[in-house]
């Protein structure tokens, strides 16, 4: 069974290239487009992988994995920050709240899918 | 002068000390002596007398016994050979025996013609109860000038010593009264003198230089006494008013003391004022009646006259003046009137006016210190003017001050208030950058993303035209991110928001850090890149890991970029001192002359540069010195590079860019 990613992004060109990305690699994608729903998503669907855009309308991306990482059923999931908030300060207030890895935008396709393959093996 | 009275005055003594002490010398010793040569004398005289009518008694009375009956019944004969035995004696000059009538019986030789110096010794001769003649013995008195010289030499030695030891007990007698303890009074009181004590007198010690010396000693004290109470109320005033700087305070001063220390019956002060109106500033002692009769212009006109004199005016004798003036002063009882100008240099201040009803006050020497007084009040009148000034612009300076200084409280403000939108606009500023960078990155990202994926022929292979088209997009693509975030790195590092996180760093690791990340490129172009092994191993440096990373990337990327493939990159450490020295250098075109001075300033590309469509945006050399200066270190660049050799290029080949920065050890 292909192992499942959860694409949180309210940018909708990002989740179109990062979707075609991840099924062309044989995973599974779900999507979300604002930190609410992404958060109920993941509830929801138990993903392997979640990837986080940092600002975004209503919650963003911190907020979300701060509550990804209190619920119980999916602070195991990794979380890979994906921003355009490239700075270092950005980077160490991700990774604190519990995400796994931190990509800044853009990103080459490559580099992003090796990053979801080291951890998902 | 007192001092020059002291030395020229000869004395008048009638009895020296020397007169003194040879009078009593004489008095004393000149009796002494004669009356111990004239007991000497007698007494030597009374010896030998003694001695001798002693003996003549004896003759005589031998011859007495001998002769009583030879003068009755004459054996004359015998008589004479004891007559002649007795003449033996050198002492007896003539003998001669008389009979009761002086009838000469027997007589010896006479031994001198005159027996004026010699002794005559008569003795009667009895015979039974009878006077029967008499015996007359003259003896030599030579031996009594010889006892008296032998003794006069003894007498004469006896009489200098005595007298030496009779001197020696007169001078200290004498010199003991007449001097040391004169001498010892005199001292005394000097003592006391030097001491402070001048009210300190000599009692008078008589007639002589001594006296004399006394009586100057006196004098002087007496003259240095006024001098010093002169002096001390000179100073004692001088100091009340030197303490004053308020002109009026001063004045008050001034005009009780003209009446209390210096016995002026009344005083007044005029001053020159600012206009040059000369005016009674303030009196005292004046009668009403005085003041209601025009006395003050009259004072005025007297002190203007001083004032035009520069000197100072005494008056004493009112009757030889007008008759107008004499009567009010008489009325006023004023016997003495002076005026004394204050002056400082030609700088006429004003005049002092002290008058006294005593004919005899003021003599020259009150004068002379009033003068002295004048010259300080006049330097504490124009000091109190000039702090009046002073504290005139002072004030006006405060007020200039309050005045500026509320505009400047006001500028102040508006300069705060302007500096608040100032920081609010670089805080815009930066946050604009921010997110203007972060909504330009997001649709970048699909971009880049998909172009990327285009480019490598997903999901279906493009035509060369498509493709070639795909790349250009691509690229520009990537310029654009890169624009973007050099732009943000710029304005965070203006704003001050890049704060360096020091550690010692191995230049070395990093530098290899910097060439892995390159690697791709460096391969593309075949370059060879040399990394040059430092003379000695490299200290750490304490730098920012991430900033530095950026330097090297930017110098590095640039030798890359700008040189053509297979070109040459080499890479040196020098330490130099307090500084380690990192070299980029290749052996590219370099960069011409018209180029070089702006290289570092922001946006600037050489127009070579974007003739060969070398990706840039201009900011990377910009940040790098930024970030190095940041460091605490410089960065240059050198064009062409000087010394090839070095690198085994020949000196021929293309000019190449060396590009030298330095960091601080520590
Ligand atoms: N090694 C080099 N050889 C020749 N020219 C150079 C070299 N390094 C820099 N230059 C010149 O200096 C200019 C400024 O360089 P800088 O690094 O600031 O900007 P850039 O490289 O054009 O753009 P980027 O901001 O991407 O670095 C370049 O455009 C180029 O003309
Ligand atoms: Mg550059």
Known sequence: MSKKVL???????????????????????????????????????????????????????????????ENEVTKQIPVIMLSALGQEGDVAKSLELGAMDYIVKPFHPQELMDRVKKILG | MPNEKIINFRPKIKFTLGFKFVAALMVV??????????????????????????????????????????IKEADVAILKRYVQEISGDKDVLYILLVDTKNKPIIHSEKKADNFNSA??????????????????????????????????????????????????LVMFVVSEQMIFNRIGKLLKAMRRVQKGDL???????????????????????????ENQQQLTLLFEMSRAVTAALDITLIMDLVLEMSVEKLQGTSCSIFLVGDSGLFKMRGAR????????????????????????????????DFNLSPGNLSALLIQEQIAVMVNIPLLIGDRKLGVLNINSHNPEAFPPERVELLMAFARQLAVVLQNAQLYEQTQQFSKELE????????????????????????????????????????????????????????????????????????????QNTRRLIDLINNLLNLSKIEAGKVELKKTPLDLEKTLHGVLHNLRLTITEKKLNIRVLPPAEPLALVPADENQLTAILLNLLTNAIKYIPAQGEVVINFKDA???????????????????????????????????????????????????????????????????????????????????????PKN
């Open chain 2, 399 to 474: 007020e200039k001050i309050n005045i500026a200084t509320g505009n400047l409280a006001r500028a102040n403000e508006r300069l705060k208030l302007a500096n608040e939108k100032l920081v609010e606009l670089s805080q815009a500023k930066s946050d604009f950058i921010a997110i203007v960078s972060h909504e330009l990155r997001s649709p970048l990202t699909s971009i880049l993303g998909f172009t990327d994926l285009l480019v490598q022929g997903e999901p279906g292979a493009l035509n060369a035209t498509q493709k070639d088209f795909m790349e250009i997009i691509n």
């Open chain 2, 577 to 663: 001192g307090k500084f380690i020295e990192i070299q980029v250098i290749d052996n590219g075109d370099g960069i011409e002359d018209k180029d070089l001075p702006h290289i570092f300033d922001r946006f600037y590309r050489s127009a070579k540069a974007k003739a060969e469509h070398v990706i840039g945006t201009g900011l990377g050399l910009a940040i790098s010195k930024l970030l190095v200066e940041m460091h605490g270190g410089k960065i240059w660049v050198e064009s062409p590079v000087s010394d090839k050799e070095v690198f085994n290029w020949d000196k021929r080949d293309r000019n190449g860019a060396k590009f030298t920065f330095t960091l």
């Open chain 2, 199 to 225: 009210s300190t007198r000599v009692e008078k010690l008589g007639n002589d230089e001594l006296g004399y010396l006394a009586g100057q000693f006196n004098q002087m004290v007496t003259q240095v006494e």
């Open chain 2, 119 to 168: 002794l005559e010794v008569q003795i009667p001769i009895f015979y039974k109860s009878e006077r029967t003649g008499t015996i007359k013995i003259w003896y030599s008195l030579s031996r009594v000038a010889e006892e008296l010289t032998t003794n006069v030499q003894q007498v004469l030695f006896l009489v200098v010593v005595l007298g030496i030891i009779l001197l020696g």
């Open chain 2, 29 to 70: 010793l000149i009796p002494l002596m004669l009356l111990i040569g004239f007991i000497i004398i007698k007494q030597v005289k009374q010896v030998v007398t003694d001695d001798i009518s002693k003996k003549s008694k004896n003759y005589a009375s031998f011859l007495a016994k001998v002769s009583r009956q030879g």
């Open chain 2, 285 to 316: 002692g004046l009668s009403t009646s005085f003041v209601n009769a025009n006395g003050i212009a009259l004072l005025e006109d007297m002190a203007q006259k001083a004032l035009l004199y520069n000197e100072p005016l005494v008056i004493r």
């Open chain 1, 7 to 69: 694409i949180v992004d309210d940018e909708p060109g990002v989740v179109k290239m990062v979707k075609y990305l991840l099924e062309k690699n044989s995973f599974a994608v779900v999507s979300a487009n604002e930190g609410e729903e992404g958060v109920k998503l993941a509830i929801q669907e138990k993903p392997d992988l979640i990837l986080m855009d940092i600002m975004m309308p209503l919650i963003d991306g911190n907020e979300a994995t701060r509550r990804l990482k």
